[in-house]
């Protein structure tokens, strides 16, 4: 089994699970120093959640278990990222390596009402801290 660190899109379980039929929430955490931007480009030429090195911000998100084979399918669903292992500080304090996506493919593009909607209904659903549900509210969109 394999930890998977969602902080955008994929915080919503609506939207994970309709690209991995067999994932289970474990709880939420945060990755330090690093900020989330919509700066990711997508094949729609929209913006996407990205995390980019940063000291003194924290991402929140939602931790996932996977298997070997829909971490793959992740893979190849999540084009334009790479995947790789970061040190995740769960909301009990207990630090745990996860896997994540990050691009350097890169836009100015914002991302659309409904991507955003994914990351606000995860972020509500897994009662990521008010701080930071009130931060993502101020995503741009288009």
């Known amino acids: ?6 902080y955008g899109s994929n915080m919503s379980t609506i939207r994970i699970s309709s690209r991995i039929p067999i994932v289970k929430s474990v709880g939420t955490g945060k990755l330090i120093d690093y900020k989330l931007l919509c700066n990711k480009k997508s094949f729609d030429g ?8 940063n000291p003194g911000y924290e991402v ?6 996977l298997d070997v084979d829909s971490i793959h ?5 999540e084009d334009g990222y790479e995947r790789k292992t970061f040190k ?3 909301e009990n304090e ?7 996506y ?29 701080y930071y549900i009130d931060h993502l509210t101020n995503i741009l969109i288009k």
């Open 88 to 90: 995740i500080i769960t």
């Open 46 to 53: 929209t913006g996407k959640a990205n995390i980019i090195h």
């Open 73 to 77: 399918e992740l893979d190849r669903i």
């Open 94 to 100: 207990v630090n745990v390596k996860a896997e994540a």
């Open 60 to 65: 929140w998100g939602v931790i996932y278990r």
């Open 1 to 6: 089994m394999i930890y998977y660190f969602a």
């Open 102 to 130: 990050i691009s350097n493919k890169l836009t100015t593009a914002l991302p659309e009402q409904s991507y955003k909607n994914y990351i606000m209904n995860g972020a509500i659903e897994h009662k990521l801290p008010k």
